[in-house]
């Protein structure tokens, strides 16, 4: 996981449950082990981007004014505290720090 939980977590766990329900209607033998997992390209990305902003722009970042949304922002949007933020140029953090919140 890359963040918190949101719709597009349902709206996948739903398509799923849909169908496991509709093949045990239909007299299936049916085991659904839906969970989520960590890919690592989207985290890898979202570290690199957030330590260019941070080397770039310094700690905590000052950003010069456009509309380009930057990772720190995100970061701070999901709640994440300043002084944590920092942590997230390490992609394993990224899979220490959000399956906790999930659960």
Same mark, same amino acid.
């Given at each position: 996981?890359?963040?918190?939980?949101?719709?597009?977590?349902?709206?996948?766990?739903?398509?799923?449950?849909?169908? =496991?329900?509709?093949?045990?209607?239909? #007299?299936?033998?049916?085991? !659904? +082990?839906?969970?989520?997992?960590?890919?690592?390209?989207? /985290?890898?990305?979202?570290?690199?981007?957030? =330590?260019?902003?941070?080397?770039?722009? #310094?700690?905590?970042?000052? !950003? +010069?004014?456009?509309?380009?949304?930057?990772?720190?922002? /995100?970061?701070?949007?999901?709640?994440?505290?300043?002084?944590?933020?920092?942590?997230?140029?390490?992609?394993?953090?990224?899979?220490?720090?959000?399956?906790?919140?999930?659960?």
């Amino acid at each position: 996981m890359n963040g918190t939980l949101h719709l597009g977590h349902a709206f996948s766990m739903t398509k799923c449950d849909f169908n =496991a329900w509709y093949k045990r209607l239909k #007299g299936f033998n049916i085991l !659904f +082990p839906f969970g989520y997992h960590c890919t690592g390209m989207p /985290i890898s990305a979202a570290a690199k981007k957030l =330590a260019f902003e941070l080397e770039t722009y #310094g700690n905590p970042p000052k !950003f +010069p004014e456009n509309t380009t949304k930057y990772q720190y922002e /995100i970061m701070q949007q999901l709640g994440i505290k300043p002084d944590i933020i920092p942590q997230f140029v390490d992609p394993y953090f990224w899979v220490k720090y959000f399956p906790p919140i999930g659960r």
